[in-house]
């Protein structure tokens, strides 16, 4: 598998992961089958769509690549296909966002690089391709998105995108980075919510 095609599929694994945490979570809002589709969709490529504008590749490949919203209804038909075993999973809505996490930030680094952006820019854009998408989500479902909380969260998604920009500008081989980065995101977002790790708070004396 060549270089284009690696990082157009890891896009698509994190495209269906972040779909699944979107219909998950608006499934358990109980909204309608469109509602469901839309907030999938909206999840998936809500980063990607805010990257490629910063970026200036457009249109969006959110918008222009029809895989995107397949993948998405993919994955709002396997939510709504698995009501037996969803409940079971652990947190899913959670444990489908962290797999997620990793793909996008990875994909995103590597895209603004290979537009000629800056070090700076790969790093906060493929931390902003990876949370961009659940922040939506979250303002849809009318919740406080996770990113404004005290969890460990954007900062595992900059890790990765660090990992990724750095490995790329120092010339190592692409056939065992992004899967790093990818498993580094996903282990530390996966403790964090194992382990109750969190951010410091900062509150004032009389809060």
């Given amino acids: 598998m060549n270089g284009s095609a690696l990082f157009t599929s890891l896009d698509l694994i994190g495209t269906f992961a972040f779909a699944t945490s979107g219909a998950l979570a608006a499934h358990q809002k109980k909204l309608d089958l469109f509602g469901i589709i839309t907030v999938a969709y909206m999840t998936a490529c809500g980063g990607g769509i805010i990257r490629d504008v910063c970026i200036g590749a457009l249109p969006p490949a959110g918008l222009s690549d029809w895989r995107y919203l397949v993948v998405s209804v993919l994955a709002a038909g396997v939510v709504l296909g698995g009501n037996q075993w969803v409940p079971k999973l652990s947190q ?22 290979s537009q000629g952006h800056s070090i700076e820019a790969a790093i906060i854009l493929g931390m902003v391709s990876a949370v961009g998408g659940g922040a ?13 909380q005290k969890e460990v969260y954007a900062s595992a998604a900059l890790v990765a995108a660090a990992f990724q920009t750095g ?22 977002r996966y403790l964090a919510l194992l382990f109750h790790w969190n951010l410091p708070r900062f509150a004032r004396e009389n809060d």
């Fill in 92 to 113: 899913p809505v959670l444990l489908f966002d962290a797999l997620g996490l990793g793909f996008f930030a990875v994909f995103g680094a590597h895209k603004t690089l």
């Fill in 136 to 148: 939506l989500r979250d303002v849809l479902l009318n919740r406080t998105p996770v990113i404004l």
């Fill in 167 to 188: 490995g790329e500008t120092l010339g190592w081989s692409l056939r065992w980075v992004p899967w790093v980065a990818i498993v580094l995101c996903f282990a530390i």
